[in-house]
C-alpha cells in the first residue's frame, strides 16, 4: 500500500505537467480531431483537477461524485458536438498518460511492492471505466437517445425499449459486480 501511496502522490505533486502533456497528445491525435472545438484550456483544467486529487478520487470519492462529474463532461461534449468516439478515446488517452508516466517515473524498489502496485492499477481501472460509461450516458441523454432514469434507448417505434448497447450493458455489468 506504501507504493500505491507514493505513486499517487508523485502523479498529484506533477499534476501540471501530466495535465500539459495530454493536452499536447490530445491536439495532435488524429483520432481527436474535433476537439479542437473543445477549448485548450478546459481540457486542461478539467484533467488537471482529476490528476491533481486522484488520492480522493480513487479512495474519496462515491460513485455519485463520479457519474454527476462525468455525466457533466459528456453532456458538454455532446453540446461542443464532440463525436462520442473522441469523448472515449479522450478519455483513454488520460489514461495512458497516467501509465506512461509512471513507467517512466517510478521505479520499483522491491517485488514485495508490486502488490500494492496493482491494487492501485485495480482502483485505477475502475475509476476510468466508471468515467467512460458515465460520459457516454451523458453524451447520450443529450443526444435525446436515453431515458435518463432507466439508461435505455427510446422507444425506436416498435414499442419496445431497447438496451443501451452491449458495451454499456457489460460496463455496468463490471461496475455492479466491483462493488
Not at 505513486?7 to 497528445?25: F, M, N, P, Q, Y
Not at 455525466?71 to 488520460?94: D, M
Not at 511492492?113 to 468515467?131: H, S, W
Not at 458515465?134 to 447520450?140: D, Q
Request: glycine fraction near 6%; charged fraction near 30%; aromatic fraction near 8%.
Amino acid at each position: 500500500m506504501m507504493l500505491a501511496y507514493r505513486l499517487v502522490r508523485l502523479i498529484e505533486t506533477h499534476s501540471d505537467g501530466l495535465a500539459a502533456s495530454l493536452l499536447k497528445k490530445v491536439q495532435t491525435s488524429e483520432l481527436a480531431r474535433d476537439y479542437a472545438k473543445v477549448p485548450a484550456q478546459d481540457v486542461e483544467r478539467r484533467v488537471y483537477e482529476i490528476y491533481r486529487h486522484l488520492g480522493d478520487w480513487l479512495l474519496g470519492k462515491s460513485e455519485f461524485d463520479i457519474k454527476q462529474r462525468y455525466h457533466e463532461i459528456g453532456a458538454c461534449r455532446a453540446e461542443q458536438q464532440v463525436p462520442l468516439s473522441q469523448l472515449i478515446w479522450v478519455i483513454v488517452l488520460t489514461k495512458e498518460n497516467l501509465w506512461e508516466y509512471l513507467k517512466n517515473e517510478a521505479g520499483m524498489e522491491r517485488p514485495a511492492e508490486v502488490f500494492g502496485e496493482l491494487e492501485m492499477l485495480q482502483l485505477l481501472d475502475q475509476f476510468f471505466d466508471r468515467a467512460i460509461f458515465y460520459a457516454s450516458m451523458g453524451y447520450e441523454e443529450v443526444c435525446g437517445k436515453l431515458h435518463p432514469s432507466t439508461g435505455t434507448l427510446k422507444d425506436s417505434g416498435d414499442g419496445k425499449e431497447k438496451a443501451s448497447n452491449v458495451v454499456g450493458d457489460r460496463l455496468q455489468e463490471k461496475i455492479t459486480h466491483a462493488r
